[in-house]
């Protein structure tokens, strides 16, 4: 199965919540201890066994093109997205 990982432009984050909402793997989370340039709480990625799967619903979701997913597979060794 192709791995991912999202890369978060976090003062971009107006902290709605959405993709915490839609993450099948339950990986985005909403910081509770710090605030962004715009003063909302960004969301974060708590994934420390590496469950993102790459489907990148979260992406699609972000009304504010917060997320980039990157995918990989490990089957053909490159970059897939
Ligand atoms: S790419 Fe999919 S699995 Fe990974 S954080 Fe986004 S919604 Fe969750
Ligand atoms: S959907 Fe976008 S703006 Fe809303 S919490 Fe997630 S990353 Fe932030």
Known sequence: MAR???VIEVDRC?????CT???PQDILVMGHD?????GYRPVELDD???KC???ALCALICP???LTVYRYDPKRAQVVD
Do not use: M, Q
């Open 53 to 55: 799967t790459g489907c």
């Open 4 to 6: 991912g990982t999202v």
């Open 34 to 38: 710090r605030f962004n340039a715009r």
């Open 14 to 18: 107006k902290g709605c919540e959405l």
């Open 64 to 66: 504010d093109v917060v």
């Open 21 to 23: 909402t839609l993450c």
């Open 48 to 50: 420390p066994n590496g």
